[in-house]
């Protein structure tokens, strides 16, 4: 079973079609097609259903894929472990939640290109579920991701981070609310939320039902970047994690507000897969990003922990 015909099958799976596979893999169509032949006649079993629109897996090619990622996958490593390497180079794959990838990032990505500048840096954001299908697929050598701490993943963690929950707001706007108990400091408040089902507006509304609270929800942002904008402008109180609106409450241009009894946190965590073969580019960012975050909760008298 040739490793080529294992990657031109799973090429073609995610593509849905021999033509696009044979597209990326700079193949004809025919060569796609004879490849595939020649794995359905080894195992005796058609692993697709080629249908007037395109091409389908069958239940044996269903079960034959996941197998396939992972002789790929095994194959990979096998590559990498013989080959010798004294500092980091090569690529190094990131993917991140949004908020994480324009917010934390950044700066440690930096330090790490300062520090190691042979390694070529790639990085996605997109959903959990987006990250976690990348990562099985090998296409993320990391995903950092907002996590639930009761969730088990499938995956490696490390760099266990907690990150509150502000309340935020341009200074001199919504100040007389604050202070006042509870019902009067929320009475009449506009809130600045992110999407429906973003972790950080869940542990907001999860505070408000627990307070009996029915908050005025002035505006909806797809990011946390249209929050800040619209709370820099004086439009409403925004929800915002610590990561990303430290800087601006730093420099006086957001004010945070210490609303009674709203301290919620989530949490992210550095995901990997648990057969892949930790390179020495990968070790690094671990290293670094292990750095980061001990600093980050020392800084914030927060304890740091590990899954």
Known sequence: MELRNLNTFVRAADAGSFSRAAAQLGYTQSTVTSQIQGLEEELGVPLFDRLPKGIALTRAGEVFLEHARELLLGAENARIAVKEQREPSGRLRIGAFSSLCTAFLPELLKEYHKRYPDVDLVVRNGGAEDLEEML?????????????????????????????????????????????????????????????????????????????????????????????????????????????????????????????????????????????????????????????????HKNSGRSVGKT
């Open 136 to 296: 099985g697929a090998n296409r993320l050598d990391f995903a950092w991701m907002i996590a639930e701490q009761k969730r088990r993943f499938a995956w490696k963690c490390a760099c266990e981070a907690f990150h509150p929950i502000w309340a935020v707001a341009a200074p001199g706007r919504f100040e007389p609310n604050v202070g006042k108990g509870l019902e009067s400091a929320w009475s009449g408040l506009p809130f600045l939320l992110t999407e429906p089902g973003c972790p950080y507006r869940q542990r907001f509304e999860q505070f408000c039902a627990g307070a009996d609270i029915s908050p005025h929800v002035l505006l909806e942002a797809d990011g946390v970047e249209g929050i800040i904008s619209f709370a820099r402008s004086g439009l409403g109180v925004g929800i915002l994690p610590d990561f990303a609106a430290a800087d601006l409450v730093q420099s006086g241009e957001l004010l945070r507000l210490p609303l009674e009894g709203f301290e919620p946190q989530v949490r992210s965590a550095l995901l990997y897969h648990p057969v892949k073969w930790v390179t020495p580019a990968m070790e690094a960012f671990l290293e670094l990003a292990g750095e980061k975050v001990k600093n980050m």
